[in-house]
């Protein structure tokens, strides 16, 4: 076997260090030697997968369960709320928010990360690495130290610009999501910007390499050896003749089962409808309040279950006993007993509902579900909301397409997502001779 020892470098956000963790342990399970380097939130759950940890910060910001209540550094938290106010704006707003933190949240301490990795490398002579799409300052110090790594694509594939694309401008949109031309131009503007700085520092770096070539755009520096997707291959891409290894795995989450106090709860015949705006997204709290309001009054008797985040309390006064609110919940336990998941694109939840089977319907706010959503879209497996603008009309045209006209494309996926999975990535990669 050519890679005996693998270290994963992940960085410290729940939604990227969960897969992450799946997928080394598929690596372990395969008969790799499996070390996970994360910062110490995260180690216990690192050491009850039997997995070596060790303590590596690679991120000033962390999201380790629910956005807000993570302990941030204050400029951090300055840029969470910024954030949040500009998805209240609409998407370019967002888009434009979200580039211009790129810098400041995503390119930490290069030149300290080359040393610290340098010394990994020193000390336990390892054969490959594992980096998270995200994570620039680790990608550039694998390059410039030229060691073997392969990337994770926890995101959607265009969140890695192709040639002639830009960083954070999705390549299409849903027809739910109305952008003018002018605003397209303005976000292609500051996203070109964004490339140019953050490309500028990967070059200065890299320069101190003479053996090196310079990268045209850092957000497209990924591995010369493979690149695993978390997502769905609806473009016939893996069957590709490049010579970097693309592989889909449609899955990396782990099953987990569901309390004796969760099955009394959706122990019901009635319609279960989970609504869920993922870690950072439920601070919409007037998102969450509509589409609690309209699913109740459009099926009065279903049981909706309502991952509300830090804003559980502000909507706990609709509680009842088929309304469901939590500040957490056990979501991929829950996941094969709902019908239906309203949720923000996010690919972790788009992979475990396509898993199970479920009807979708997605609100895309930022980042990569604005592509999510288009390909839900034009494969017939969602229905796709504006989330500040729909109406209790566009949630009920919603539901009614998805019960009508999703079945059998959501089989057919499923069936595709559970012949494949993390185990397949990792074999793929142990079978390089």
């Not at 301490?109 to 990994?120: K, T, V, Y």
């Not at 952008?179 to 320069?207: A, C, G, H, M, P």
């Not at 850092?218 to 891409?237: H, K, Q, T």
């Not at 088929?322 to 309203?342: E, G, R, S, W």
Request: with cysteine; hydrophobic share 35%; glycine share 2%.
């Amino acid at each position: 076997m050519k890679y005996k020892h693998i270290f994963f470098i992940s960085p410290p956000f729940y939604s990227h260090f969960n897969p992450l963790l799946v997928l080394a342990k598929s690596f372990q399970k395969k008969g790799a030697k499996v070390t996970f380097g994360c910062s110490l939130d995260f180690k216990e759950r690192v050491l009850n997968e039997d997995l070596d940890f060790y303590e590596i910060d690679i991120n000033a910001n962390k999201n380790i369960g629910k956005a807000e209540s993570t302990n941030q550094p204050d400029e951090e938290r300055m840029r969470l709320e910024e954030f949040f106010d500009s998805t209240r704006k609409g998407p370019i707003e967002t888009l434009i928010t979200q580039s211009h933190h790129r810098k400041a949240d995503m390119l930490y301490s290069p030149e300290e990360l080359i040393e610290n990795i340098r010394i990994i490398n020193d000390s336990l002579a390892v054969d490959l690495y594992v980096v998270d799409i995200l994570s620039y300052s680790v990608t550039l110090s694998l390059y410039f130290l030229e060691l073997p790594f392969i990337t994770f694509c926890p995101p959607h594939p265009n969140t890695i610009p192709s040639k002639g694309r830009h960083f954070n401008v999705p390549k299409n949109w849903p027809s739910a999501i109305k952008v003018k031309k002018s605003d397209l131009k303005r976000l292609e503007k500051v996203s070109i910007q964004t490339e140019k700085e953050f490309t500028n520092v990967f070059n200065s770096i890299i320069s101190e390499n003479k053996s090196l070539e310079k990268v045209n755009n850092a957000f497209s520096l990924v591995s010369d050896i493979a690149v695993i997707y978390n997502y769905f291959d609806f473009y016939n891409d893996e069957n590709n003749q490049s010579k970097t290894l693309k592989i889909y795995v449609g899955n990396s989450f782990k099953k987990s089962e569901l309390d004796s106090k969760w099955q009394e709860k959706i122990d019901t015949k009635e319609k279960k409808i989970m609504i869920t705006l993922g870690t950072f997204l439920s601070n919409r709290k007037d998102v969450l309040e509509k589409l609690i309001i309209y699913s109740r009054k459009i099926y009065p008797k279903a049981l909706i279950i309502v991952s509300a985040g830090s804003n559980a309390k502000k909507l706990k006064h609709f509680s009842s006993e088929n309304i469901v609110v939590k500040d957490f919940i056990p979501q991929i336990a829950l996941m094969p007993y709902i019908d239906t998941v309203i949720f923000h694109g996010g690919c972790n939840t788009l992979t475990e509902s396509i898993y199970y089977g479920k009807e979708m319907i997605i609100l895309p706010f930022s980042s990569d579900q604005f592509n999510i959503a288009y390909d839900m879209e034009k494969n017939s497996l969602a229905s796709i909301l504006d989330p500040n603008y729909f109406t209790r009309n566009d949630l009920f045209d919603a539901f009614d397409f998805i019960e009508n006209n999703c079945k059998e494309k959501l089989e057919y996926w499923s069936s595709v997502s559970r012949s494949r999975g993390t185990d397949y990535a990792a074999q793929k990669i142990l079978d390089i001779k």
